[in-house]
């Protein structure tokens, strides 16, 4: 459990103390509020504060179009309207502020996504801890065969357990020493100058976990979770979206369905994928070799034909 | 006033019903909730949510330079640490959502500032209302003769009398000819198709109004209030910067303190101006000739250092 | 034709001057340089320099994905698959700058696009030109009856004409009456102060022209051409948009057909629409009630499908 | 060194075919082009492609102020105007583009500038080399005892050995095993599975080099100059940063020195410093206790009026 006595007593004692306001409230969003939803072995999602819910985008939405748009019946048409055609204003005035612990590795994929706001915990000016990512066995997975960004097969056993033993004691060491050069005393008590935190950090693997406060509009939020909470996306920076993913379900419920009809249960066809659905639909028997697409395109065309494509 | 009774009404019941948050909660925002300030002639500025208070900037940051932090006293020294040390990102955690209603020429200014969320009412999608921004007389100025960028004398009686009719007269006609060329029967009751409203509003001027959600974040409001809160701002766009400013002083008033201390009351010198500084404060009788500036330089260095330079 | 002589002599001098570089060169783009494609009947786009090419989005995801990607065979196939699995990052790495003239209510479009640096000619600063957007007959359209945003069949006749004198007549009455405002001296001749430029310009109607610099890498240019390309875009922004395209094909003529494929020519389907065209690929005759979708949706969903969604 | 013979051939080729271009030429930046610049131990600077020069600056400018600035003699005078007022939009018409070798650490400190396009080496896809940065004694410093965040001095002998020992074994240790668990064969050559490369790098110290395409334009690379250029700034990063600004001061002189006196020689003084100022001009010897200003700050601003505040 990654939170301690004292840090589980002050969110307890945050969420004992509501306050009224005038603001939009999201009951389903209340009820997340200051939790600490565990990820990984030690990290977590916390969510901080809010702002907005299904209602503050169709609000917005209307100054944006105008009384007219009444004739559109309800929120959720409304709504599914806005998503159907990329009006991506409304979901920006929608945001959130969440507080994640995670791997470093983790953190350097999601950093990616600029349109944020970050605040980090800093490693020149505090002592990280000793808590470093180490995958469950089912997590431990061979590199792919086809595919050279992906995963195969889990590892068998003796080289599992081969693989967990040096990763769990590289850390272990490198935190040791981590330690070490920071103190002001060598182990057997002579005295040092410590080296520098921001030199001593360097030491440290990416396996070490770190933390920060993370401030998105929902329209940002839902491209990055179409990104890496797709299947394709590293399994380690999935988990963290998907746990996001369940927490903005209750946020902007209406929203939320609309993102997974349109984007996460959608797919883009091409201009020649879309020909050879015509000429299919009129009956042709269309191959890979008549349909001008190459064969890593012919592959993804046919997975998102298949019946199973899209999950439960 | 810019308000219908039904768009009162619509606000007074907005705010005769407080909801319990768990959230962060400014009291002093609480106050401004929904209600318009009202600006020029037919504008507003309305407080529609904002997202963390003082305490969400020092939480933010306290990640951001762990428990080390504590030995900053207070939340107060830490806020001013911040904002000395040009440390944006915890002032980027809290976030403000404006409904704002503004001339075009306005608007146009505005919109200069990317880093924020908007929706603007379509003048494609509906149709404008008979509302221009005419300027009380004593807005009504002269081309400054020293400044190509700005405003000289007011004008005098007959000129601005003159003025003052063709601002009127021509967005009157203006707007009538809009309603005329969007009608499905001409004055005299003639039935005729009615021109699209995206090509009919280009015959409306810059003065009409429009409305607009407008979303940011607490540094760049600083940024924007900075440069358009600035005597050197023209007057239309100023006075809804000091609208917003007094509302932000409520919101967080240390961030705001220290914003007013570091960016709105400082100035930033040149390594030229520090220089001729370090021989004034030795003694030397310093002169633009031997200053090593220009002519503009030295005279807004001059203003600097003048005794009245900062108001109140 | 909008340019003066000194101006189009200004060009030529500037391309009769090759100057030896190192850099990318587009030849594609080369020809292109400095000239003045003409749109509407004042309007203009220049395009005033360009970072990168081709090649050098294959160079950029190179070092993002490393020497291993040498197996893709070509630039084109590498190029195609990044289009398709929207990795976005290398063709950020190609840059324009263009110089764009156009009248005020397509800059009000446009500027909505925020990841793009702009540079706009100052009517607080400089007096504007007597040019305006008057619309070619043909694009004299009616309100569309079934698109509150869009427009409709072409205004006949009478109707036709007498919209078009009001357009003609407010814009010259509105540019005289701005030219008497900032004059030293009435029509008569009696000295008068001047109305102030920031203030006069707001007398002036949305399809005065106006003039910028504007600057996006290619990922964002794209964006704003799959939106401001598109059949419901308004036409007044389409010419621009497609002015912009016909540069872009000379420019990165690779990327530029991946986009086509890819996004101008191809569609995104809902996980409902993907249901339905499993259903109908199996062989059932599927309908709008039994499809799950909104009438809405199942017409823009058979207009995907239909033989001729897609032009030439 | 950190580039192969072939890595030098190439660049060298790259170097040898000059093409004309009627594009803006600085010939200072062509001389810096593909050329890597060493930084640390393995790391360099590299300048892939640049768009503008100075007199792009102000000729972005000049659409912007219209015609009226020729009243400004010459570009130097416009570039310091511009740099002096904050007007940042004309610096943002001028790009870079580099290719950076740097260390994890600093990568992770230089990421958090977001107005910049990057494509990073993946290593999800590709396997990192065996290149970590070992720093030089000189720069193996304490941790400061004024300042959480900074360094003190240099470390002594023993120590610095038992640092720099530790530095190198455990990296070398870290990517023997990375390598051993990639591999599809133990040590002793039984075969194995080999752990997927997303995993294996995580066992990595941050110290490891990587390398990236950042693309960035004037304005922002400035303040990335002004953050990272700074004495606070860490070593490891001011490093890159000079390297980079030696680049800058070759390629836009003019926007160069006015960057220098305004932003890397200027100061920013809050109310109170001016304050105190003006009372100190007009001959009172004011000291901390009537500052009105806290300790820290009074240091700050004395640093800023000593004499050797500024460096040559």
Not at 3 to 27: G, M, Y
Not at 188 to 199: F, K
Request: glycine share 6%; charged share 20%; net charge neutral.
């Amino acid at each position: 459990m990654p939170l301690t006595p004292e840090q589980l007593a002050e969110i307890a004692a945050a969420r004992a103390t509501p306050r009224p306001t005038l603001r939009a409230v999201s009951e389903g969003m209340e009820a997340h509020l200051y939790r600490a939803h565990p990820v990984l072995d030690h990290g977590f999602v916390r969510v901080i504060d809010y702002m907005g819910d299904d209602a503050a985008i169709v609000q917005a939405a209307r100054v944006s179009y105008g009384a007219g748009t009444r004739h559109v019946q309800n929120d959720e048409g409304l709504i599914r309207y806005l998503m159907r055609h990329w009006h991506s204003t409304p979901f920006e005035m929608c945001e959130i502020k969440l507080h994640v612990k995670l791997p470093v590795f983790v953190a350097r994929q999601w950093i990616r996504h600029r349109t944020a706001n970050v605040n980090e915990y800093s490693a020149r000016y505090s002592i990280l801890d000793r808590e470093f990512y180490i995958p469950a066995p089912e997590n431990l997975a061979a590199q792919s065969t086809v595919n050279n960004q992906g995963r195969g097969a889990v590892l068998e056993g003796a080289e599992a357990a081969r693989v967990l033993e040096i990763l769990k004691s590289d850390a272990n060491r490198a935190y040791d020493h981590y330690e070490d050069m920071l103190s002001q005393a060598r182990p057997d008590g002579t005295p040092q100058q410590g080296l520098a935190r921001e030199l001593a950090r360097m030491n440290l693997p990416a396996s070490i976990y770190t933390q920060w406060y993370w401030k998105v509009d929902l329209h940002n939020l839902f491209h990055f979770l179409r990104l890496r909470a797709d299947p394709h996306a590293q399994y380690e920076i999935r988990v963290y979206a998907e746990t996001i993913a369940a927490c903005v379900a209750d946020w902007v419920p209406l929203a939320w369905a609309a993102f997974q009809d349109y984007r996460l249960g959608g797919a883009t066809l091409s201009g020649k994928a879309l020909a050879c659905l015509r000429r299919m639909l009129a009956g042709e028997a269309v191959t890979q070799e008549t349909s001008g697409m190459s064969k890593g395109e012919w592959r993804e065309f046919e997975a998102v034909l298949a019946p199973a494509a899209v999950g439960p």
